[in-house]
């Protein structure tokens, strides 16, 4: 009979339950000889209320615990989430039926031998700048010469016709 008594308090009250009972066996057990001696009767009750201060601390200490597993509980569940995302990305696949998150061994090398290529002609555009800026420079020399030559040649044509309507004003008169 105790047995089932101890196993309902336990199922039903958990360690409270449990430290119940045993403060009303202890009380049941210390008064069987039925005495009304004060000071026996305020031993157990200074026993009981140490097993009520006991009692209080365990629970304190199971609400903290409980809030702990709580805490834990919500990490896994993030954890959980975080393994559920990664798993739906990991398994997403192209039209082929590879995994996008894979790069091929030919892509790699395309793109590497493409970045060569991208690099090659990079150095060649910048030596063609460099012609070009060489000419220009050769040109402009040039046409300096072409542009002293020239204003020479008005210069001179100037002082012909200068001279020709010298004569021809001299004839008139």
């Known amino acids: 009979m105790i047995e089932i008594i101890i196993a309902f308090m336990l199922e039903k009250g958990g360690i409270f339950g449990f430290m119940f009972l045993l403060a009303l066996v202890y009380i049941w057990w210390t008064g069987k000889d039925r005495t009304s001696d004060p000071e026996k009767i305020e031993e157990v009750e200074k026993k009981i209320e140490a097993l009520l201060q006991d009692l209080v ?95 020479k040649s008005i210069l001179d044509l100037t002082l012909a016709l200068e001279k020709i309507k010298i004569v021809l004003e001299t004839r008139r008169v």
Do not use: C, F
């Open 57 to 151: 601390g365990i629970k304190d200490n199971v609400d903290r615990a409980r809030k702990g597993v709580d805490m834990i509980s919500k990490d896994v569940s993030d954890v959980s989430s975080n393994v559920d995302d990664l798993w739906e990305w990991h398994s997403i696949k192209d039209p082929d039926g590879v995994p996008v998150w894979y790069v091929r061994r030919s892509i790699e090398e395309n793109i590497h031998n493409l970045s060569k290529e991208i690099k090659t002609d990079l150095e060649r555009l910048a030596q063609y700048s460099h012609d070009i800026s060489r000419l220009n420079e050769d040109r402009v020399e040039e046409l300096k010469e072409i542009i002293i030559r020239y204003n």
